[in-house]
């Protein structure tokens, strides 16, 4: 008899930092082959201000982010949650990764986004890439807040789905 494949399992939000990692982190500790995302064309995390965020490039290291952010303002950053994140991220994967960018990571069986427009970028993306295999994915959106405790709740439906 033939073994079971295992299902592939995509997590995308905008920035690969937040939504996508709660959930890639969440899905990797339960076993599953999981990877993650983001489709914004730059890393932006929430700065001293509404009109200066902080922003990166996809591919910059979490711990480099991490640095930069505690040479910035260890006590803003430390109390608005982002240098825990970056630190949770550091124990899943180097660095952020784009979505556009990811062809040759492989086929997914299954895709969860975290908000509309990112579903829109994912399902537009995948309708203009070369068809080398024709399979299908599934992809299913939810619509979670970008915050640590909605990631943390998004994380837990996507995992509950994935183990069905």
Same mark, same amino acid.
């Given at each position: 008899?033939?073994?079971? !494949?295992?299902?592939?399992?995509?997590?995308?939000?905008?920035? =690969?930092?937040?939504?996508?990692?709660? &959930?890639?982190?969440?899905? #990797?500790?339960?076993?599953?082959? %999981?990877?993650?995302?983001?489709? #914004?064309?730059? /890393?932006?995390?929430? #700065?001293?201000?509404?009109?200066?965020?902080? %922003?990166?490039?996809?591919?910059?290291?979490?711990?480099?982010?991490?640095?930069?952010?505690?040479?910035?303002?260890?006590?803003?950053?430390?109390?608005?949650?982002?240098?825990?994140?970056?630190?949770?991220?550091?124990? /899943?994967?180097?660095?952020?990764?784009?979505?556009?960018?990811? &062809?040759?990571?492989?086929?997914?069986?299954?895709?969860?986004?975290?908000?509309? !427009?990112?579903?829109?970028?994912?399902?537009?993306?995948?309708?203009?890439?070369?068809?080398?295999?024709?399979? =299908?994915?599934?992809?299913?959106?939810?619509?979670?807040?970008?915050?640590?405790?909605?990631? #943390? %709740?998004?994380?837990?439906?996507?995992?509950?789905?994935?183990?069905?």
């Amino acid at each position: 008899m033939e073994a079971k !494949r295992k299902m592939r399992f995509a997590m995308v939000c905008s920035s =690969n930092m937040n939504r996508s990692m709660e &959930a890639h982190s969440l899905l #990797g500790r339960a076993g599953l082959d %999981v990877a993650s995302y983001g489709t #914004g064309t730059h /890393v932006k995390l929430p #700065g001293p201000s509404l009109h200066e965020p902080n %922003v990166y490039d996809f591919g910059t290291p979490y711990n480099a982010i991490y640095d930069d952010l505690r040479r910035k303002d260890p006590d803003l950053y430390k109390r608005n949650g982002l240098l825990p994140m970056l630190k949770r991220n550091t124990s /899943v994967k180097l660095a952020p990764q784009r979505w556009q960018d990811n &062809a040759s990571d492989g086929l997914f069986d299954v895709i969860f986004t975290f908000e509309e !427009r990112v579903f829109d970028l994912v399902v537009d993306d995948m309708h203009n890439r070369e068809q080398r295999m024709l399979k =299908n994915a599934l992809i299913i959106n939810m619509d979670v807040k970008d915050n640590h405790e909605e990631a #943390g %709740v998004g994380a837990k439906l996507a995992l509950d789905l994935c183990q069905k």
